[in-house]
């Protein structure tokens, strides 16, 4: 019942930094008992410290439990002879507590002694925000032992309820007679029929508050005994901590970065994405025998996209050889695409393989997926009756294609999966560019089909592109340098990329102010932008610049593609026009211009995009995103 994991070493101080003069000076065994590991719990005293405990050795305290309902309740005695307590107090409380309505049965006294001389803990569940575990050491060896929970005490004042319950008796009683009344006259019945509950309204009946109370009313109390730490019962289970010697001893073969996750990983959380349903997914074990270039092409076509830190990780440890030899596999067979990288379809999809699924044809496989590949690539949302409509591919199985690199948004499409990854060396990033070029290529007019597909408002859809920078001659370069901020020349494929990383932002959030969009083009072009590239950008994204009449500036974006799109315009120009808006002018403006009624759902979704309410009113957000999403 005993795995030993290694060895262990122990410094005299707690000292993180790892400096150069804090020196190992000895190194232990570790074992992880097993005995305990499903029933040991901390329990914690948030108010009070260490030194001044509630319960000292020898003092009689009574505990009980509602195990379903994981609380349990400790029960100390006050000393009444303390001069820090009030006897004037205690026996007010303790009045109050016994107190006897007329008409009732006899109850016990809660306080027989006339003044109050007991307290009570309760306890309330400690999430776990890593993983715990008890150490002993003994012999030069140390055993650990998995908390299984933690729970917290704190005082409950549970005298006032019961003075609250018994003042109350007399008010039940009488609706109690009532009802018994009202039940000897004869009274119509009305039959109805209680409609089948789905799985999501008996989650949320299951975390109403009055559902919780009646399970914990209904659960009885369990009686236990409390011991105390100093006691020779708690140390004959304490000694159930230690565990007998081991013959065999297990080594550590986990990287040094994947343990360090481990250890610090949230509890019940997965360490890394999980591998894509079961296209013949390898174990770590086998896929860590392979060679390097294997072990990267079978992790990516399990994962299909993942950032480059985590491929590192699930790969192992690597030397720097190593890490060249995978980034060449990468580059070969990859595509980087926002912030993360995703397998080629071509490799995913080997020359005979068809879907592993639905045995479509190994053709169709790659068109469908080479056309999500670039309406990502443009910070597109994909929806599946677009990619049927141009692929005639079962809906399901292009459900199966976007799910290892997409998320699904409600009645809105599929985007893809973010990554705020950093660690992918820009040279290696660029090696795709060629690639990419290639897949856009083949991929143009399906891609261009779907984008300017007709809205249900026949509104026409606008293709966002980057204008090509007109051939600037000596003077014009002349007139154009006091420019408000220096800037260098822009080539046209960072401006694509710039405006393609905008109008993802705006995908996302709705709006973007103006410095935002700035700060983000500064930190992946490393260079500041001059006024005319910004503008090109914006325009390329398919965006606008949007101001209101309280000067406030931020970028939009001039269509969707949908059905709201007409919406859109006329809250645009309500918003140039006024500082703030009520829901009833938005409305009445909508019907002014011909436009078809929107749910609220749908109307409080177009408002969000671009502002917040405040007091009842609408204005224009901010639009100052958080650092990582761009």
Known sequence: MVESVGTMSVVPSVNFSMEEDDPVVAEVDVYLAQSLKDSLYLFQFPLRPFNKPYFLPGEEVSARVKANQKLIELKGQLDADSEFYDPNAGE?????????????????????????????????????????????????????????????????????????????????????????????????????????????????????????????????????????????????????????????????????????????????????????????????????????????????????????????????????????????????????????????????????????????????????????????????????????????????????????????????????????????????????????????????EAVNAIINKPSPTDLPAVTPHVPPRPRQTARMRAEEAPRAMPATEMAQGSAETLALALRRLLLTHGAVSPEKARQTFLAQHGDLISDSDFEAIVTGAGGRFLSSSGALTIIVLRERGDSEDQHRAVLYGLFERSETLKKGDVVKAFEAAGLAALSNPVYMRLLKEIAVSKSSVWQLKPGKCDEGDA
């Open 92 to 444: 007010v409380l303790a009045q109050n507590a016994n107190f006897k309505a007329e008409g009732i049965e006899a109850q016990p006294l809660f306080a027989p002694k006339g003044h109050l001389d007991s307290y009570t803990l309760q306890s309330s569940t400690a999430p776990l925000c890593t993983h715990y575990a008890v150490g002993a050491l003994c012999d030069g060896e140390l055993h650990l032992t998995t908390i299984h929970g933690a729970v917290q005490f704190r005082p409950a004042l549970v005298h006032l309820d019961e003075a609250d319950s018994r003042r109350r008796a007399p008010e039940r009683r009488e609706e109690k007679m009532k009802e018994e009344e009202d039940d000897d006259e004869p009274t119509a019945v009305t039959v109805t029929f209680k409609r089948k509950e789905t799985e999501k309204t008996i989650a949320a009946r299951k975390k109403s508050h009055s559902y919780m109370q009646k399970q914990l009313d209904e659960e009885s109390w369990c009686s236990i005994k409390y011991v105390h730490s100093a006691d020779d019962a708690a140390r004959q289970h304490k000694s159930r901590l230690y565990t007998a010697k081991t013959s065999a001893v297990i080594p550590m073969k986990t990287p040094r970065p994947a343990y360090l996750r481990a250890l610090t990983a949230m509890p019940g959380t997965a360490l890394a994405p999980p591998p894509t349903a079961v296209r013949g997914a390898m174990n770590r074990k086998d896929i860590a025998a392979l060679s390097v270039a294997d072990r990267v092409l079978t992790v990516m076509r399990q994962s299909e996209l993942l950032s480059y830190s985590t491929l590192l990780e699930q790969l192992g440890l690597l030397s720097d050889a190593e890490e060249h030899t995978a980034q060449q596999v990468l580059q070969q067979n990859c595509l980087h695409l926002g912030g993360a990288w995703v397998i080629r379809s071509e490799v995913l999809y080997p020359e005979g393989k068809n879907s592993w699924k639905t045995n479509a044809p190994r053709r169709v496989m790659l068109k469908a997926r080479n056309i999500i590949l670039a309406l990502f690539q443009q910070g597109r949302t994909v929806r599946r009756s677009d990619i049927w409509a141009v692929t005639k591919l079962n809906p399901e199985e292009i459900r199966e294609i976007l799910k290892p690199i997409a998320v699904r948004t409600a009645n809105e499409g599929w985007n893809l999966r973010p990554s705020t990854d950093t660690q992918s060396p820009r040279d290696l990033e660029k090696g795709s560019d060629a690639a990419w070029r290639d897949l856009l290529e083949e991929t143009a």
